[in-house]
């Protein structure tokens, strides 16, 4: 795992960017406290879904309509077809921690990533 | 109307297409024919003016459809010509006779075009077909003139200079996106053209169309001539309900005219989309919202009205996008027109403005630009205003 925030820098209901890795991720922080991480790219257009609408365990896309879970990645109706991926995260001594997932990122057309 | 087992829908782009999801999502598992005058399966309009046109797009990249199996009749390539409420019948441009227990009319919009014969270089731009010809010409160097500086003008505007070509904009109106925007606030958008070096001339109508086969230029009515070699015009759209001249079917406000649910005055027919002139009641009567959420969300209120269930999920605020020079330009409510606007983020010279207009103390529309966060959350405050009525 790698340290990517504190958690003290995710508000709750908020998301937060990770620039560290790359592609970038977002860390969410839920209204029930849960901490979940997906890559922060829709898959259908350039957009940080950090600054999405955080709706129970899903983010709303902020330029659009599609919503991602958080617990797995999966989108639920166009414009995005291709789910974004669900990392591991791990909350100790108020830091937060990722597994990046191994799977292969869909990024949207136009956007590419040195891999980390 | 609460057990129908054939449904057709006339439509085969969102709202077409997002009402035969929604039938799905809803356990109906009766038939669903979908008609589409497009040769095409469903797709995505707003990329045309922008990554696909630029290239950086496919056509497999502008699909609509999942994988998920809608067990969909499609019929494509097959313009619909007429409509019978009373046997809820469709007749195809080829004389086929296509009966349903109940008809969703999502036939779309029209590019509005400039009077006279069509000359080549000339181009609206609403379907992959226009799409495709307008990206053939827009060649490095080429003179592109647009007429109307709405946000298709804007969008193809932004895209052609990426591109390389000489662009000018030309705007009947004195105010740009004063319609949608206000004044003031339209003001702020248009700006991007001349921080990105794209003329905008501002109320100044185009008498007409210079060039005998192949446009050359653009004639104003001030006597100016705007030499060109492409001509983009994105002067709004009209309504898809030329098909339906007959059918009994009321055309208000220049669609179908139908409740908020999209019921008609006919039993068992509605409207969803672009074409659906429905009862908003905050404005005086029924208006059509060209907006590709609305598009994409109300059909699920047809769908659940259509198959007998209750209808009570309040409508959002009405919410569009567009993408000019980088930035994203999103706005979102209902805007009567006599709202106060404030700033509260960002500056329009930074092109990164957040506006929000009030009335009294309550936000009822939102504008921002490159504030997807903000706009975010002020958007999901909105209130609906309520007209008053002398």
């Given at each position: 795992m790698q340290h990517v925030c504190a958690l003290a820098d995710v508000p709750v209901g908020e998301g937060l960017r990770i620039d560290s890795v790359s592609p970038p991720i977002a860390v969410f922080r839920t209204e029930d406290d849960e901490v979940l991480a997906i890559d922060d790219t829709c898959t259908h257009q350039d957009?940080?879904?950090?600054?999405g609408w955080l709706e129970d365990c899903w983010v709303e896309c902020p330029l659009h309509a599609s919503r991602f879970d958080l617990r797995t990645g999966a989108v639920d109706a166009p414009p995005a077809k291709l789910p974004v991926r669900a990392h591991a995260v791990e909350v100790r001594d108020g830091e937060v921690w990722v597994a990046l997932s191994d799977a292969v990122p869909h990024l949207p057309p136009g956007v590419t990533y040195e891999a980390s | 109307m609460t057990d129908p087992r054939r449904v057709v829908v006339v439509g085969a782009s969102l709202a077409g297409l997002a009402t035969a999801r929604a039938l799905r999502a809803a356990g109906y598992d009766g038939d669903v024919t979908v008609i589409g005058d497009e040769p095409h399966r469903p797709y995505d309009?707003?990329?045309?003016?922008?990554g696909f046109v630029a290239g950086t797009l496919s056509v497999d990249d502008?699909?609509?459809?999942?994988?998920?199996?809608?067990?969909l009749d499609w019929r494509l390539g097959e313009r619909a010509v007429a409509l019978d409420p009373g046997t809820r019948t469709v007749t195809l441009a080829s004389g086929t006779l296509v009966p349903g227990d109940a008809v969703v009319v999502a036939t779309g919009s029209h590019a509005r075009r400039l009077p006279g014969p069509p000359l080549a270089g000339v181009h609206t731009l609403r379907t992959l077909d226009d799409a495709l010809a307008l990206r053939s010409e827009l060649l490095p160097g080429a003179r592109l003139v647009l007429v109307g500086a709405g946000f298709v003008g804007a969008e193809i505007a932004s895209t052609a200079r990426g591109l390389g070509l000489d662009v000018t904009l030309v705007e009947a109106a004195p105010s740009p996106l004063a319609g949608p925007l206000g004044v003031e606030v339209g003001a702020m958008v248009a700006r991007l053209h001349d921080a990105h070096g794209v003329p905008l001339l501002t109320g100044v109508p185009v008498a007409g169309l210079a060039g005998r086969d192949r446009v050359s230029g653009v004639v104003l009515t001030d006597g100016r001539v705007l030499p060109a070699d492409v001509v983009v015009v994105g002067v709004g759209s009209v309504a898809a309900?030329?098909?339906?001249?007959?059918?009994g079917l009321t055309i208000e406000a220049g669609g179908v005219a139908c409740d908020a649910a999209g019921s008609t005055d006919a039993p068992g027919i509605w409207a969803v989309g672009d074409v659906a002139a429905w009862h908003d009641p905050s404005y005086a009567g029924r208006r059509r919202i060209e907006h590709w959420t609305d598009s994409l969300q109300r059909p699920a209120r047809t769908v659940a009205a259509l198959l007998g269930g209750p209808v009570d999920d309040p409508l959002p605020a009405p919410y569009f996008w567009s993408e000019q020079y980088g930035v994203q330009v999103q706005f979102a409510g209902r805007r009567l027109g006599d709202e106060t606007v404030t700033i509260e983020a960002g500056a329009p010279e930074t092109g990164d403005v957040l506006a929000v207009y009030r009335r009294g103390e309550t936000p009822v529309a939102v504008l921002g630009m490159n504030q997807p966060r903000l706009f975010g959350r002020i958007r999901r405050q909105l209130s609906t205003p309520v007209q008053e009525f002398a």
């Open positions: 957009a940080s879904l950090a600054d | 309009r707003p990329p045309l003016s922008k502008l699909s609509l459809e999942t994988d998920d199996d809608l067990a309900t030329d098909w339906l001249a007959g059918s």
